[in-house]
């Protein structure tokens, strides 16, 4: 796995926010709350084989995932939504996935680490 789908850049959102600390952390929060939920929605979606609903999830959750300004991740997610639009599966869509389970709780981790820091700031 990459170590570049596990870092988020805040820089954008920040520029967004106008540098608005509690904005920034209210949407990382928004964030780690839905995460899991979305993630749980796309695995069930892929395990009934419903390939075209969990495109939609995946989409939901790339536009989550885009504010964190990680390309990479951005990438891998849009191709995971390429190919459950088809409708069916590919060992290529089933290796996306799997690498996309090993890193969201790497990810959430990270951006609950982001909270802690801009709590304490």
Same mark, same amino acid.
């Given at each position: +796995?990459?170590?570049? !789908?596990?870092?988020?850049?805040?820089?954008? $959102?920040? &520029? $967004? &926010?106008?540098?608005?600390?509690?904005?920034?952390?209210?949407?990382?929060? +928004? @964030?780690?709350?839905?995460?899991?939920?979305?993630?749980?929605?796309?695995?069930?979606?892929?395990?009934?084989?419903?390939?075209?609903?969990?495109?939609?999830?995946?989409?939901?959750?790339?536009?989550?995932?885009?504010?964190?300004?990680?390309?990479? $991740?951005?990438?891998?997610?849009?191709?995971?939504?390429?190919? &459950?639009?088809?409708?069916?599966?590919?060992?290529?869509?089933?290796?996306? !996935?799997?690498?996309?389970? &090993?890193?969201?709780?790497?990810?959430?981790?990270?951006?609950?680490?982001? $909270? @802690?820091?801009?709590?304490?700031?």
């Amino acid at each position: +796995m990459s170590d570049t !789908l596990l870092v988020i850049d805040l820089a954008p $959102l920040r &520029s $967004l &926010s106008g540098d608005d600390t509690e904005f920034v952390k209210e949407i990382l929060e +928004m @964030i780690s709350i839905q995460s899991p939920q979305l993630l749980d929605k796309i695995n069930e979606e892929y395990a009934r084989e419903e390939y075209q609903a969990m495109s939609k999830t995946v989409h939901k959750y790339k536009s989550s995932l885009q504010i964190l300004g990680n390309q990479s $991740l951005i990438s891998m997610v849009q191709e995971m939504e390429d190919l &459950s639009s088809t409708g069916h599966t590919t060992p290529r869509l089933a290796s996306l !996935l799997d690498t996309f389970n &090993s890193i969201c709780d790497q990810l959430l981790d990270i951006i609950r680490e982001e $909270l @802690i820091m801009l709590s304490d700031a």
